[in-house]
């Protein structure tokens, strides 16, 4: 955090995405600027539907397309803009520098090949490598997301294997690439239970240490982010409503949204004290219906006549402290009391 | 997977032990007196009496339903009324021209109809997609025996490129050796360096295969159609994307081998039911199998020959699940490793 000159690796400036869908024209993401630096863990915070996974698909254009569409915006990774790339481009792209690793370790992995074929199979694809070789290193990737008895396990299948092993062998999977550069870990412990979640998250934070790279960590549990992040973006209804470094967000937490996540974290009585807040109340809106205006307004308790009318101009509380909120001020007000 | 094979090969006898018993009793049971329908209404009392104790129709039935058991077990499935002639060593000549028609319909239908069901899905809701389905739609509304005549007509009688029925060249002269004949084909091509009877047989096969073959390949088309389009939305489908793995590449071995697993059943299915197309197949394009002679042994009333037929179908229809069963669980490596 302290190295302000770091250079940047991601950037995605003013994405609009959206669904056509049998219903209409679901905006699943909209205005929506997001920079990862190098070296770094960025994480992307937000409930079920707020638009993380269609994010974080747009980067490696996995989202299905049709029915989604880039409506405007661009994602430039090292300076490349990924959404002008050819289909062969982006494929060459995948595994190579950015690679994924998905919730459900249950149906992420291929049922029919054993998991070291499956990363082998990496291995052979961008590096060239013979099936020995290929196996080789999916035994050493194995060692490295310490799953114990590599040699064994690499000729399991899936289903032979625990959630958590499986969560590990993904994890290697998106390792066996040639020149890591950016890891998408979409929600990588919510399918697994409290103590492996703590493991992943662990070996999640080891392995930065070891490789030089840049993580992009989306979840919807404000203790993954306090562990792992180094910065934070909190997403609702496709928009960006808040970004900081970790610190300044669990200090000063400006969006009325970004307070209800943290006051649902029970190991948090710090933001206890805003007593209405303690849970969001109300459902998230209709992506269909949904207006011009700030979208947290229809369950916000600060929500005043503007609010409904416009969504609001960034406002900085800090140079790594931005806030899109008409009534931060209040927000800052009543926490002060 | 030893032990599993093993398994479903004991649990194949009771099943084929009540094939045997419903064909000795759907026979026995029927109304009427056998050897009067088998003889005919001309037929007089002394000629019934003598048929029926040659049939050892006067037995109690459970003596009958031993004796006959007894029987099929050494392979013994009585006399042919028509020919005299032994109904196992009929069976045994005709039915390798009924399996062989029988595989290549099979492999014309599982070929084309997991690649068109393929391409259809991943070219989904195209013009490419509409008509492949229409055609699979047309496909399987389509009579057996009408196909196979308008074939004739279009292949034999009017472009004249392919014979209308038969399964060599009778100009050859040709003394089978397995009665298979593209392996015998095969054979001579190695043995006499000549290639004309191989020719000739696949010649011969082209039509039947298509006729018996079309109903099948719809049905295997539309099925790998919506197994895939299942498959590819699932996550590891993603994964494999996301890991770089070329487009083509996920298709044909990440999504396809999964996608098989529904297919595979379709086509053991399949092909248990080929073979009562091949009874139309065979009478319409005048080929020597099982099918054609069973036809003619119904119309005969040749309940012996009727009898043994239906065994023979059935026990082939049991072996097909069983090779269908082993193939599943090569595939599916939940079911190989339990
Ligand atoms: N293929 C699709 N077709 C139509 N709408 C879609 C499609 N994929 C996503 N959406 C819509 O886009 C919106 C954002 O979905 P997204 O999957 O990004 O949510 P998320 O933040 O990842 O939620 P979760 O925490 O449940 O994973 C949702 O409203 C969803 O309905
Ligand atoms: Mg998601």
Same mark, same amino acid.
């Given at each position: 955090?302290?190295?302000?000159?770091?250079?940047?690796?991601?950037?995605?400036?003013?994405?609009?995405?959206?669904?056509?869908?049998?219903?209409?024209?679901?905006?699943?993401?909209?205005?929506?600027?997001?920079?990862?630096?190098?070296?770094?863990?960025?994480?992307?915070?937000?409930?079920?539907? $707020?638009?993380?996974?269609?994010?974080?698909?747009?980067?490696?254009?996995?989202?299905?397309?049709?029915?989604?569409?880039?409506?405007?915006?661009?994602?430039?990774?090292?300076?490349?803009?990924?959404?002008?790339?050819?289909?062969?481009?982006?494929?060459?792209?995948?595994?190579?520098?950015?690679?994924?690793?998905?919730?459900?370790?249950?149906?992420?992995?291929?049922?029919?090949?054993?998991?070291?074929?499956?990363?082998?199979?990496?291995?052979?694809?961008?590096?060239?490598?013979?099936?020995?070789?290929?196996?080789?290193?999916?035994?050493?990737?194995?060692?490295?997301?310490?799953?114990?008895?590599?040699?064994?396990?690499?000729?399991?299948?899936?289903?032979?294997?625990?959630?958590?092993?499986?969560?590990?062998?993904?994890? !290697?999977?998106?390792?066996?690439?040639?020149?890591?550069?950016?890891?998408?870990?979409?929600?990588?412990?919510?399918?697994?239970?409290?103590?492996?979640?703590?493991?992943?998250?662990?070996?999640?934070?080891?392995?930065?240490?070891?490789?030089?790279?840049?993580?992009?960590?989306?979840?919807?549990?404000?203790?993954?982010?306090?562990?792992?992040?180094?910065?934070?973006?909190?997403?609702?209804?496709?928009?960006?409503?808040?970004?900081?470094?970790?610190?300044?967000?669990?200090?000063?937490?400006?969006?009325?949204?970004?307070?209800?996540?943290?006051?649902?974290?029970?190991?948090?009585?710090?933001?206890?004290?805003?007593?209405?807040?303690?849970?969001?109340?109300?459902?998230?809106?209709?992506?269909?219906?949904?207006?011009?205006?700030?979208?947290?307004?229809?369950? $916000?308790?600060?929500?005043?006549?503007? $609010?409904?009318? =416009?969504?609001?101009?960034? =406002?900085?509380?800090?140079?790594?402290?931005?806030?899109? $909120?008409?009534?931060?001020?209040?927000?800052?007000?009543?926490?002060?009391? | 997977?030893?032990?599993?094979?093993?398994?479903?090969?004991?649990?194949?006898?009771?099943?084929?032990?009540?094939?045997?018993?419903?064909?000795?009793?759907?026979i026995a049971l029927a109304p009427g007196d056998p050897a009067r329908v088998m003889l005919?209404?001309?037929?007089?009392?002394?000629?019934i009496?003598?048929l029926r104790?040659?049939l050892?129709l006067?037995?109690?039935?459970?003596?009958?339903?031993?004796?006959?058991?007894?029987?099929?077990?050494?392979?013994?499935?009585?006399?042919?009324i028509?020919?005299?002639?032994?109904?196992?060593?009929?069976?045994?000549?005709?039915?390798?021209?009924?399996?062989?028609?029988?595989?290549?319909?099979?492999?014309?239908?599982?070929?084309?109809?997991?690649?068109?069901?393929?391409?259809?899905?991943?070219?989904?809701?195209?013009?490419?997609?509409?008509?492949?389905?229409?055609?699979?739609?047309?496909?399987?509304?389509?009579?057996?025996?009408?196909?196979?005549?308008?074939?004739?007509?279009?292949?034999?009688?009017?472009?004249?490129?392919?014979?209308?029925?038969?399964?060599?060249?009778?100009?050859?002269?040709?003394?089978?050796?397995?009665?298979?004949?593209?392996?015998?084909?095969?054979?001579?091509?190695?043995?006499?360096?000549?290639?004309?009877?191989?020719?000739? !047989?696949?010649?011969?096969?082209?039509?039947?295969?298509?006729?018996?073959?079309?109903?099948?390949?719809?049905?295997?088309?539309?099925?790998?159609?919506?197994?895939?389009?299942?498959?590819?939305?699932?996550?590891?489908?993603?994964? !494999?994307?996301?890991?770089?793995?070329?487009?083509?590449?996920?298709?044909?071995?990440?999504?396809?081998?999964?996608?098989?697993?529904?297919?595979?059943?379709?086509?053991?299915?399949?092909?248990?039911?080929?073979?009562?197309?091949?009874?139309?197949?065979?009478?319409?394009?005048?080929?020597?199998?099982?099918?054609?002679?069973?036809?003619?042994?119904?119309?005969?009333r040749?309940y012996p020959?009727v009898q043994?037929?239906?065994?023979?179908?059935?026990?082939?229809?049991?072996?097909?699940?069983?090779?269908?069963?082993?193939?599943?669980?090569?595939?599916?490596?939940?079911?190989?490793?339990?």
């Amino acid at each position: 955090m302290e190295t302000v000159k770091q250079e940047t690796l991601l950037e995605i400036d003013n994405l609009n995405f959206s669904f056509k869908t049998q219903r209409g024209l679901v905006r699943a993401v909209r205005d929506l600027s997001i920079t990862i630096k190098k070296g770094e863990t960025l994480t992307l915070v937000g409930e079920s539907g $707020c638009g993380k996974s269609v994010t974080a698909h747009a980067i490696n254009q996995l989202n299905p397309m049709p029915p989604g569409r880039v409506d405007s915006g661009r994602i430039l990774f090292n300076g490349i803009d990924l959404l002008q790339l050819k289909k062969g481009e982006i494929e060459k792209m995948r595994g190579t520098q950015i690679s994924m690793i998905f919730q459900e370790p249950m149906t992420a992995l291929n049922p029919v090949f054993t998991v070291g074929s499956q990363i082998a199979d990496v291995f052979m694809t961008h590096q060239g490598m013979g099936k020995d070789e290929a196996m080789a290193r999916a035994v050493e990737l194995f060692h490295l997301v310490k799953i114990p008895a590599p040699e064994r396990r690499i000729h399991a299948y899936p289903h032979q294997l625990s959630g958590g092993m499986r969560q590990r062998a993904m994890i !290697a999977m998106a390792l066996a690439s040639p020149e890591p550069g950016l890891m998408i870990a979409d929600e990588p412990t919510t399918a697994l239970d409290v103590t492996i979640q703590a493991q992943i998250l662990d070996l999640l934070g080891d392995l930065k240490q070891q490789i030089d790279m840049s993580i992009l960590l989306i979840t919807h549990d404000m203790g993954v982010v306090a562990e792992m992040a180094d910065r934070v973006v909190v997403m609702y209804a496709g928009r960006k409503v808040e970004e900081s470094d970790v610190n300044s967000i669990f200090n000063d937490p400006r969006h009325p949204y970004t307070l209800g996540l943290l006051n649902s974290l029970p190991s948090n009585p710090k933001y206890k004290q805003a007593k209405r807040l303690e849970a969001i109340t109300g459902t998230v809106p209709d992506l269909l219906t949904i207006g011009d205006g700030c979208p947290f307004a229809n369950r $916000c308790a600060y929500a005043t006549d503007i $609010c409904r009318s =416009s969504f609001p101009s960034m =406002s900085e509380i800090n140079k790594d402290h931005s806030v899109w $909120c008409h009534n931060h001020e209040s927000v800052k007000r009543e926490k002060a009391q | 997977m030893v032990k599993h094979i093993l398994k479903r090969l004991v649990l194949l006898l009771p099943t084929i032990l009540g094939v045997v018993t419903l064909v000795f009793f759907m026979i026995a049971l029927a109304p009427g007196d056998p050897a009067r329908v088998m003889l005919g209404e001309r037929a007089n009392a002394a000629q019934i009496a003598q048929l029926r104790a040659e049939l050892g129709l006067d037995e109690p039935l459970i003596k009958q339903y031993g004796l006959y058991l007894s029987r099929v077990v050494r392979f013994d499935l009585g006399k042919s009324i028509t020919s005299g002639q032994q109904v196992a060593e009929e069976i045994g000549k005709l039915f390798p021209a009924t399996i062989e028609l029988a595989f290549m319909a099979m492999i014309f239908a599982s070929v084309l109809g997991i690649l068109l069901g393929v391409t259809s899905a991943i070219k989904r809701n195209t013009w490419v997609d509409y008509t492949t389905m229409g055609g699979a739609l047309f496909g399987v509304s389509m009579p057996v025996f009408w196909l196979g005549l308008v074939l004739i007509m279009i292949f034999s009688v009017w472009l004249d490129l392919l014979p209308t029925g038969g399964r060599m060249n009778i100009r050859y002269y040709f003394t089978p050796i397995t009665n298979f004949y593209v392996i015998d084909g095969l054979i001579l091509l190695f043995k006499e360096g000549t290639a004309k009877y191989l020719v000739s !047989a696949i010649q011969h096969l082209i039509l039947p295969t298509i006729a018996l073959g079309t109903i099948p390949l719809a049905i295997i088309a539309r099925t790998t159609r919506s197994s895939m389009l299942e498959v590819l939305q699932q996550d590891y489908i993603k994964t !494999a994307r996301s890991a770089g793995i070329r487009e083509k590449r996920v298709i044909y071995r990440y999504a396809l081998r999964n996608a098989l697993l529904p297919v595979i059943t379709v086509i053991g299915i399949q092909f248990g039911l080929l073979l009562s197309g091949a009874i139309l197949t065979e009478t319409v394009f005048s080929w020597p199998g099982i099918g054609k002679w069973l036809y003619v042994a119904i119309g005969a009333r040749d309940y012996p020959s009727v009898q043994g037929g239906i065994i023979f179908i059935s026990v082939f229809f049991v072996l097909i699940n069983l090779v269908v069963d082993i193939l599943y669980s090569v595939v599916n490596p939940k079911i190989r490793l339990q």
